[in-house]
């Protein structure tokens, strides 16, 4: 086995449990579904799914696969753009009042983004990650952030994670934040607000096509999954044309 370094990228659903216990199981994960696999949809190589763990995807990629790593600060934006994006489409293009769907706007989206060391072990068809940068990012999922900044929804990138990418967190307007826990030393992590920086252009209005065109494309992949499967879900637009799903028109 031998040791490598690399990139461990984690996308994590804030209010999956409270959303599965209070809803209509059946919507509930038709919604999630249509969520995760917005989230798969961006995790494309050189980042490998390494497994998954209740709502949270671990993903990882070794520091030689990328030519400029900085690329995925991009692929976090993009992810969280998407996956709210897609929370939009779902809420805008939906009548039904079961828990499920009135309860969906209010799940977000955490991304953590930790640079180290890690084993790779194969388990039959499955890759498990070892060390103790492996189990830091995945302790980073328990943090402080919603009590300090009260964000729902963000990127956190280790202070590791930027220096290995060459990015620096000033520059992009990310709030420094310190976390603890039992066993490692005091961890410096910066704080993406996403939210703030992809949806600051209303993402609804058509004035920039292209932008649009992109991410309509993305979804109306995606809208199909839900939409085809229960009536009286979706019932109130016609999926056909991509643009006038985004703008909400029949
Ligand atoms: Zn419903």
Do not use: W
């Amino acid at each position: 086995m031998n040791i490598e370094t690399g990139y461990f990228f984690i996308s994590d659903i804030t209010g999956y449990t409270q959303f599965l216990a209070h809803s209509e199981l059946d919507h509930a994960k038709e919604i999630l579904d249509a969520l995760f696999e917005s989230i798969l949809e961006n995790i494309e190589p050189p980042l490998i799914v390494s497994n998954t763990q209740g709502d949270a995807i671990i993903c990882y990629a070794p520091s030689h696969a990328f030519h400029q790593p900085g690329q995925l600060l991009d692929v976090m934006e993009r992810t969280y753009f998407d996956f709210r994006r897609l929370l939009q489409l779902m809420k805008l293009n939906n009548t039904c009042d079961c828990n499920a769907c009135l309860n969906m706007s209010a799940l977000d989206l955490k991304i953590f983004l930790h640079y180290g060391e890690y084993l790779v072990q194969q388990i039959g068809t499955k890759t498990d990650l070892q060390g103790a940068d492996v189990i830091l990012a995945h302790l980073l999922m328990k943090n402080s952030v919603f009590d300090k900044f009260g964000l729902p929804g963000y990127g956190l990138l280790t202070d590791a994670a930027l220096r290995a990418m060459g990015i620096d967190p000033s520059a992009e307007g990310m709030l420094a934040h310190i976390e603890q826990y039992e066993h490692y030393d005091a961890i410096n992590v910066y704080i993406h607000d996403v939210p703030r920086r992809s949806l600051a252009p209303e993402p609804l209005q058509a004035t920039n096509t292209n932008a649009i065109a992109i991410n309509t494309a993305r979804v109306a992949k995606i809208l199909p999954v839900i939409c085809g499967r229960k009536e009286g879900c979706f019932p109130r637009y016609t999926y056909t044309n991509e643009s006038n799903i985004l703008l909400g028109r029949e």
